[in-house]
């Protein structure tokens, strides 16, 4: 029986903002200040990953996918329903998040490392690897505010790559960065990909890369679940659908 490794039920994400009054308006209102609207990112999604499963994530923009990708990881909460990672350890590859920008690229190697649960020494084991992956030279004892988002992405691929967790995020980190490291990139993430064991999602604009890489496509329209189902039936009608 095949073991489910990511279980998302019912869940709903809301953004909440301020919507701004006018001058005027309020010199006519006693509610002076802003009023709190909310946006509803997700919308009751529900699915289910196993144990080695390749799964991709397509949506036009604005549809919901990194919001998501981002509950699983444990950066946002959910505002209604559930995920459940049941004891799998999770990384994130995403242009931006978890970086401390005034640390150099090697503090954040540390720091990243760390936040996903392995130690020092196992880090100092690993850095080297890491830092050749990644290309950066001697940019990974800059700040990472110097960064491009090239080199971003460098980084937290390469981190995520070589300090292996049982369940990889990835969101756009594939599509970024020049020719030759797309191509590196790409050959370790099927390398990867072969351990029967390691579970990946992948949010993504290119369904050629999806194409090749994964097992089913979970596509999310405005927040709701649109289509789940193996890539070869799903990647054709999303694709129509975008056309």
Sequence with gaps: MAET??????????YRYLKKISLVK?????????????????????FEVEKGQILGIVGKNGSGKSTL?????????????VIDLHGNSV????????FKRPLTGRENIYLSGMLLGFSKEKIDERIDEIIEFSELGKFIDRPVKTYSSGMHSKLAFSIS???????????????????????KSFEK??????????????VSHSTE????????????????????????EV??????FMS
């Design 5 to 14: 490794v990511i279980t998302v039920k019912d869940v709903k994400i809301r």
């Design 26 to 46: 309020s010199m006519f209102s006693l509610k002076k200040f802003a009023k709190t609207d909310y946006f509803e990112a997700i919308k009751g999604i529900s």
């Design 69 to 81: 990708l981002r509950a699983i990881a444990g950066i946002f909460s959910a505002d209604e329903g």
């Design 91 to 98: 990384s994130l590859m995403s242009i931006g998040v978890g």
């Design 161 to 183: 790559a070589i300090l292996e967790t049982e369940i990889m995020l990835i969101d756009e980190v594939l599509s970024v960065g020049d020719a030759k490291f797309k191509k």
């Design 189 to 202: 993430m099927k390398s990867l990909i072969k351990d029967k064991d390691r579970t990946v999602v992948i």
């Design 209 to 232: 890369t999806l194409q090749k890489l994964c097992d089913n496509i979970l596509w999310i329209h405005d927040g709701e679940m649109k289509m789940m189902g193996p890539t070869a």
């Design 235 to 240: 990647l054709p009608k999303y694709n129509e």
